[in-house]
């Protein structure tokens, strides 16, 4: 029995005498009852409108033209408004991608929650709260009990994001809408979310709608898989079919755009004897500096990093690892509290008005907000000779040729030029962005979470031409990312930092194969991949209990990731500071265990899964 | 986020496009119409009555000693506080001369010395503003302080103590209105600014070794100019009231001259007839400050508009 049939929906956005875009244009699928369905597309792919159509709303604006939206056997664009609020969170519901924004900040989680089926009379005050805290047990939130009691700002994104879930469920309704709801999340976060979604999804029946652009994610979400690309249903198939034998050629460009192809090593040519860019001992943080020297929220702690000419070093770590904060002290944007910073054996200033031309020229740096890194009111001719001029003196006819040449170095049409930031898609911002660091003609430039906020394959198209032009022009990179898979892709050398601290530090093949460090073992397990399943099997596997810790002594450099390693060991790792440790793939590591301990704990996980 | 904004779909030309993707050009339908018809679809319809009324009133400030039948202070009629009429349109003051000619000849000191004023304190408000959050933090601190202190005292009383000292003359009234203004451009101007300092493209601007003048006049200023330009149709506002309100305490324009405030003050004799004497400049006045606020209300919400979305 079909629970979702949509048929011929068009979606158009302005009214008739402004210029009309039609976003959805003629999209067709079905939905079993308890089937999990997956829209994927890129930004602009209509995944989103779709979605809301299917609750019967269109965003201001825009306007469902045609088609009709059959939920059970009520064809609900045929009602009204008032028929269709009643029918919204009763019989559809939606979880956001942002979940901070759709809670109140003032109000506590319960009443939020709760609120649904009070709303539309569903049941009493006291069956929703019960209601609500076994649908809190089912998402497996920490006290289940009490967390309702809470407000929103006490608990983590990845909690609120289940937390919208159950808001969703507690009305039981037919349909659930999710759209993106782990895509703001850390790669580690998004696992246990993604786990607790399925888990209630499947204990419930409920039938679901997925939306998102990630095909892993997908891949342990969905049974079946609708490819939308500019408003057009592009495949419909099963998990499995998609993913294993796509049948559209935009599939397969998304499939590729997926697996990143490992670039080969590009072996520094007898370049190792000044580094570019050596960091020794980097502290750096916030607020008011002590009488050591050491402010008063760290958060960079003793960090020291190496880049050679022509190479790149990756910097993975979760959200607040401190990553972005090392860029900025490279760049200069913060003060460091202790440490050096070496370019080309030469100390590098930390005040930027310290710096000299030349060594501003030589590092440049690239955000990961490609929205906000142009200035809205100048055109792309203005920003790129800018830097030109500063560093070069180049102006007039030189500085138009050379705009050119980086216009075409980026892949982008000379046309552009005389635009404006605003008329730029997010993927042209972001070479935009590229072009303006090269335009300085830098030995380092670095990069933050330059693909994070970019579609796959735009994403992709950006870490490809970052590799082309590095054998090109020969610049390193520092390249900044939370994607383990994105920095295989690119780097020669990687660092892990885990609250502040550099964990491990090695080449790219050390994050291939155990033995890691615990944290990094974490991180490459947390990487969805490409097959159905993997998640069931990967939570089977690492529903292991933390080991007990006991009273922690006040050693100051204890080990950071101590509170979430299932590897800990009570009476070391909570007393004594772990110890630089080599492991056989040439990585350094901070942590109590032997490589030996370290293969052992890290492959029988692996065999479990 | 824009990531869903539906204009993404078709802007995407680094791929090959698609196929059966159509391209939808959206620029030329707009370059179309022509500059009239893009001028009336920017506003709302009170947006329009606004830009009609304030174009009303400047042009009046400019022609209008031109136009008058009578001389500015001659005295035309034996009647005083006289109604209508074919000689008099909108009637005689208390010393019997022509009410229309005076208001004509009193927008000039009104529309212009407010005018004046307005740019005055906007100028040197965002000026200040922009200095204070591009430099460090004690230059910030000062001036952050100093701007405070000013903002305590009530600008009418400041007026009036000053005025007081040193006697009212034109210019004199034109920096006392502009002082009372200033802190409140500055606090409007710094946080803008503040806020677009914290941006991505100053930061690389920073990191590229840009001096502190550079990012104040092409990063920060020119994407603060909107809503500081609003800013500055409200503080015309309050200006012209600032300066009716000092010419009805007498403190303002001095006769024979009069501005529309003094012109309400002269004839408050006559309200109790309700001669239209002081009714027309009390009249002038409103539509003045409503014609503005209307105005501002509509650049306002188009330069919102255009805020958000990052667009």
């Not at chain 2, 009249?283 to 503005?292: E, N, P, S």
Request: proline content about 6%; glycine content about 8%; hydrophobic content about 45%.
């Amino acid at each position: 029995m079909n629970m979702i049939e949509v048929r011929g929906l068009r979606v158009v956005a302005g009214a008739s005498p402004e210029p009309v875009v039609e976003i959805v244009k003629g999209v067709d699928f079905t939905v079993k009852k308890g089937e999990v369905l997956a829209l994927i597309g890129e930004s602009g792919s209509g995944k989103t409108t779709i979605a809301l159509a299917l609750l019967g709303h269109a965003r201001s604006g825009c306007a469902i033209a045609a088609g009709s939206v059959k939920i059970g056997d009520t064809d609900i664009l045929t009602l009204g408004v008032k028929a269709r609020r009643a029918l919204r969170a009763r019989t559809v519901s939606y979880v956001a991608q942002s979940a901070s924004a759709g809670f109140n900040p003032a109000r506590t989680i319960m009443d939020q929650v709760i609120e649904p089926a009070l709303l539309h009379k569903l049941m009493t005050l006291a069956a929703a709260r019960e209601k609500a805290i076994a649908l809190f047990r089912a998402l497996a939130l920490p006290e289940p009990d009490t967390i309702g009691e809470r407000y929103p700002h006490q608990v983590s994104g990845g909690q609120l994001q289940r937390l919208m879930a159950a808001m969703a469920l507690i009305t039981d309704p037919a349909v659930v809408v999710f759209d993106e709801p782990t895509t703001a999340l850390d790669v580690t976060t998004q696992i246990e979310v993604l786990a607790a979604f399925k888990r209630v999804i499947r204990e419930l029946g409920t039938t679901a709608v997925y939306v998102s652009h990630d095909l892993a994610v997908v891949a342990q979400m969905a049974d079946r898989i609708v490819v939308l690309n500019a408003g057009r249903v592009r495949e419909n198939g099963a998990t499995a079919q998609v993913l294993d034998a796509p049948a559209d050629d935009y599939t397969r460009q998304l499939l590729a755009a997926t697996r990143h192809p490992e670039a080969e090593l590009a072996a520094p040519a007898g370049a190792r004897e000044t580094p570019l860019l050596q960091i020794r001992g980097l502290s750096a943080g916030y607020g008011r500096i002590d009488a050591h020297g050491v402010p008063a929220v760290r958060v960079l702690d003793d960090v020291s990093l190496c880049i050679s000419r022509g190479g790149t070093l990756g910097v993975i770590g979760e959200s607040g690892s401190g990553k972005t904060t090392l860029a900025r002290v490279v760049a200069g944007l913060v003060d460091r509290a202790r440490g050096e910073i070496l370019l080309d054996g030469k100390p590098l200033p930390a005040k930027l008005s310290e710096r000299t031309l030349d060594q501003y020229r030589r590092v440049q740096i690239v955000f990961q907000n490609a929205d906000t890194a142009l200035n809205p009111s100048r055109t792309i001719a203005d920003i790129l000779a800018r830097p030109m001029n500063f560093y070069h003196g180049l102006c007039g006819a030189a500085a138009q040729k050379r705009m050119l040449e980086l216009l075409d170095l980026v892949k982008l049409p000379a046309s552009i030029a005389k635009r404006q930031p605003g008329g730029l898609s997010g993927g042209q911002k972001q070479r935009v962005n590229l072009a303006r660091a090269l335009a300085a003609r830098p030995a380092l430039i670095l990069c933050d979470e330059v693909t994070s906020a970019l579609d796959t394959v735009v994403g992709a198209a950006i870490l490809d031409l970052l590799a082309e032009l590095r054998r090109e022009l020969g610049v390193s990179y520092m390249f900044i990312s939370h994607d383990i898979s994105t920095v295989r892709a690119i780097c020669d050398d990687v660092i892990v930092l885990y609250a502040g601290r550099c964990v491990e530090a090695g080449q790219r093949d050390a994050l291939s194969a155990p033995p890691y460090h615990p944290y990094t073992g974490l991180l490459v397990d947390s990487v969805p991949e490409l097959r159905p399943g993997w998640l069931d099997s990967r939570r089977a596997s690492t529903l292991t209990a933390l080991p007990p810790l006991g009273a922690e002594s006040d050693a100051p450099e204890l080990c950071s990731f101590r509170s979430r390693c299932t590897a800990r060991i009570d009476g070391t790792c909570n007393v004594v500071p772990p110890p630089l440790k080599k492991l056989p793939s040439g990585a350094d590591i901070l942590c109590h265990h032997s490589a030996a301990d370290l293969v052992r704990i890290q492959t029988t996980e692996t065999v479990a899964a | 986020m824009n990531r869903h904004a539906p204009t993404h779909a078709t802007t995407v030309l680094y791929d090959p496009p698609a196929a059966g993707a159509p391209e939808e050009p959206q620029a030329p339908a707009a370059a179309k119409r022509g500059p009239l018809r893009r001028l009336v679809s920017r506003f709302s319809v009170l947006g329009l009555i606004g830009l009609f009324i304030v174009v009303f009133w400047l042009a009046v400030a400019f022609i209008g000693p031109v136009v008058a039948p009578y001389k500015g202070g001659a005295v035309t009629s034996t009647e005083i506080f006289g109604s209508y009429g074919p000689a008099h349109w909108l009637g005689t003051d208390y010393l019997g001369r022509d009410m229309l000619s005076r208001i004509l000849f009193g927008t000039q000191y009104t529309v212009g010395l407010a005018l004046a004023a307005t740019l005055l304190a906007s100028g040197i408000g965002t000026f200040f503003g922009l200095i204070a959050a591009v430099s460090g933090r004690w230059v910030d601190e000062i001036l952050s302080r100093l701007f405070d202190a000013l903002i305590s005292i009530p600008s009418k009383v400041l007026a009036l103590v000053v005025i007081a000292a040193f006697g009212s003359s034109i210019p004199m009234l034109m920096m006392v209105a502009a002082l009372a203004y200033i802190p409140g451009a500055f606090r409007i101007s710094r946080s803008l600014a503040v806020n677009l300092m914290t941006l991505e493209y100053v930061q690389v601007a920073r990191a590229r070794g840009e001096r502190l003048f550079y990012i104040a006049r092409v990063e920060v200023l020119p994407n603060m100019i909107h809503p500081m330009l609003a800013d500055f149709g409200l503080r015309f506002v309050f200006i012209v009231l600032l300066l009716s309100g000092l010419s009805f305490l007498g403190l303002g324009v001095q006769p024979p001259n009069a501005d529309w405030g003094s012109l309400v003050r002269e004839n408050i004799g006559g309200l109790a007839e309700g001669a239209p004497a002081v009714l027309m400049p009390a009249v002038a006045i409103a539509t003045l400050t409503v014609g503005v606020n209307l105005l501002i209300d509509s650049l306002r919400r188009h330069g919102s508009r255009s805020h958000g979305g990052g667009k």
